[in-house]
């Protein structure tokens, strides 16, 4: 039986992810761009542990959409953080 993830979880799987996905791209013009998504998702998790209104989570999960785009890293390491944040950010404004 599959159990669906929290939103804290889920945050928090995104941020593993950027973090691995940091540290194995060959494309060093990306590490800097990894490093301002590693602080905004962050920012994304404290906010949620914190108990801080959801409009403001959302408006800062939208923020980082904004700042995504689409295919914002390189190779398959930035395909899956990608991916990630997607579903994360789906599941944030579902709610």
């Known amino acids: 039986m599959h159990?669906?993830?929290?939103?804290?979880e889920q945050c928090s799987h995104y941020i593993i992810t950027l973090s691995e996905s940091?540290?194995?791209?060959?494309f060093a013009d990306?590490?800097?761009t990894y490093c301002a998504h590693l602080a905004a998702a962050a920012v994304?998790?404290?906010?949620?542990e914190m108990g801080a209104p959801w409009e403001e989570v959302?408006?800062?999960?939208?923020?980082?959409?904004r700042a995504c785009g689409w295919g914002y890293l390189s190779g398959d390491a930035g395909a899956k953080a990608e991916?990630?944040?997607?579903e994360f950010a789906a599941a944030v404004n579902a709610r």
């Open 3 to 8: 159990i669906p993830m929290t939103l804290v």
């Open 22 to 26: 940091a540290e194995r791209t060959n």
């Open 30 to 32: 990306d590490r800097p």
């Open 44 to 48: 994304i998790l404290a906010k949620m």
């Open 58 to 65: 959302q408006e800062l999960v939208a923020s980082e959409r």
């Open 83 to 86: 991916q990630e944040f997607s």
